[in-house]
Antibody
Framework: QVQLVQSGAEVKKPGSSVRVSCKASGGTFSSYTISWLRQAPGQGLEWMGGIIPMFGIPNYAQKFQARVTITADKSTNTAYMDLSSLRFEDTAVYYC??????????????WGQGTLVTVSS | EIVLTQSPGTLSLSPGERATLSCGASQSVRSSYLAWYQQKPGQAPRLLIYGASRRAPGIPDRFSGSGSGTDFTLTISRLEPEDFAVFYCQQYGSSPPTFGQGTRLEIK
């Protein structure tokens, strides 16, 4: 049974960067894709990108390509999402989730508990 | 990218009633690569259905999905009190994967 546990809430200034971590337990971490998604307050869900730890090659949504970096550390079964040049509109709950497709984006199960990132001056 | 439009925005029903939620796609979803999620306040989304009609492990059989092409439906046959939440559809037939804006299912 795969479980994903994320790091805690963050408050950041505009223009700064944030790192959110996602530690996996159960399953074989290296072999499945971890995706990152976000949900702004009262809004829907948005896919940001993903990575297969075995290959270490990320895949980003075009919207976030210039500002997001997704990495994975196989030794600690942990994935990371770094978002730079933060803006007020980046305030959201950020989720990691296992992507169930063997290649390319698929459906997501399970999800981490979510990490609230607040961008405030 | 494929735009998903869910209807209705809000559905008000009573426990025991049948719920029908719709998800329309701006273009055909390849191979019926569509999923449904349930999200309760303060919680992460939970997978209900994938492949348009396949129930995820542990999901009660009162939840069912159907459809193909551009029109998909999530049906809850007899609503239980714990079913009231927001439901999202998601397509993964083309990149990037996209979500609908959600349907809020509330107690009447």
């Amino acid at each position: 049974q795969v479980q994903l546990v994320q790091s805690g809430a963050e408050v950041k200034k505009p223009g700064s960067s944030v790192r959110v971590s996602c530690k996996a337990s159960g399953g074989t971490f290296s072999s499945y894709t971890i995706s990152w998604l976000r949900q702004a307050p009262g809004q829907g869900l948005e896919w940001m990108g993903g990575i297969i730890p075995m290959f270490g090659i990320p895949n980003y949504a075009q919207k976030f390509q210039a500002r997001v970096t997704i990495t994975a550390d196989k030794s600690t079964n942990t994935a990371y999402m770094d978002l730079s040049s933060l803006r007020f509109e980046d305030t959201a709950v950020y989720y990691c989730a296992r992507d169930m497709a063997a290649a390319g984006p698929g459906w997501f199960d399970p999800w981490g508990q979510g990490t609230l990132v607040t961008v405030s001056s | 990218e494929i735009v998903l439009t869910q209807s209705p925005g809000t559905l008000s029903l009573s426990p025991g009633e049948r719920a029908t939620l719709s998800c329309g796609a701006s273009q055909s979803v390849r191979s019926s690569y569509l999923a449904w999620y349930q999200q309760k306040p303060g919680q992460a989304p939970r997978l209900l259905i994938y492949g348009a009609s396949r129930r995820a492990p542990g999901i009660p059989d009162r939840f069912s999905g159907s459809g193909s092409g551009t029109d998909f439906t999530l049906t809850i046959s007899r609503l239980e009190p714990e079913d009231f939440a927001v439901f999202y559809c998601q397509q993964y037939g083309s990149s990037p994967p996209t979500f609908g804006q959600g349907t809020r299912l509330e107690i009447k």
